[in-house]
């Protein structure tokens, strides 16, 4: 069996509602679609994580694989596939850490000076230095790895395709290849919108068969985004 677990379509960043894909995000998960109808994948489960940028994403594949006459499950949410509170982990970080410079650069809004607090913020949280968080980094790893062990019950020896976002993903990754917290936070920050990863179970644990592909977007760079 083959699990595909697709990082959402680009969400609203910088917006007062994150959690709703933006234009561009829109575009990415019919294209999406497209690629994947074409190329003849027929899934026996659809899983989202619940969140609103999950089901957009979903719905976007959905359209796409009606447009070509082909059905598609309808999805089942799973929270063991939702993102941790990004907002909580980061706005801690920055309070802690206000006058650090990782902390004052960030305030430019540059793409790599936000990419620097990010990290600063997650391996900080991986090392629990972030108090009184809704989930620690411990507590949040162990409901992912329990919810990629529900995957392969429900996909049986067909597909199943998982709408998810970028922690839940690269803790998944983290896990089927045996690397340090540090890794998993790489793995995170190097996802891509929409991006495909396939894992496949095997011997009680999943093993990574790609990561982070774009098959989809192949000649479209400007659709290629992080944030």
């Known amino acids: 069996m083959s699990l595909l677990l697709v990082r959402h379509g680009q969400a609203s960043y910088g917006a007062a509602d ?8 829109h575009e990415q998960s019919r294209r999406l679609g497209e690629w994947l109808a074409r190329g003849g994948h027929r899934f026996k489960a659809v899983v989202v994580g619940g969140m609103r940028r999950h089901r957009q994403t979903a719905e976007g594949v959905a359209a796409a694989f009606a447009a070509q006459g082909l059905d598609l499950p309808e999805p089942v949410a799973d929270e063991g596939f939702a993102e941790f509170d990004h907002q909580a982990v980061f706005s801690t970080w920055l309070t802690r850490n206000a006058d ?22 997650l391996l900080a949280w991986a090392r629990d230095e972030l108090p009184d968080l809704p989930e620690s980094w411990a507590t949040f790893g162990a409901r992912v790895h329990a919810a ?7 996909a049986g020896d067909g597909e199943a395709l998982v709408l998810s976002s970028g922690g839940v993903i690269s803790r998944l990754a983290q ?7 540090h890794r998993a936070v790489e793995l995170n920050l190097a996802l891509r919108n929409s991006a495909l990863s396939e894992f496949h179970p095997h011997a009680g644990r999943l093993r990574l068969g790609s990561w982070n592909a774009l098959p989809h977007l192949h000649g479209e760079r400007e659709l290629w985004t992080y944030y």
């Open 18 to 25: 994150y959690d709703n894909l933006s234009e561009r995000g």
């Open 100 to 121: 650090h410079p990782v902390a004052i650069a960030s305030r430019s809004g540059r793409p790599r000076d936000v990419g620097a607090m990010l990290q600063a913020a």
């Open 148 to 154: 990629g062990e529900r995957l392969e019950a429900l």
């Open 175 to 181: 896990i089927a290849l045996d690397v340090p917290d």
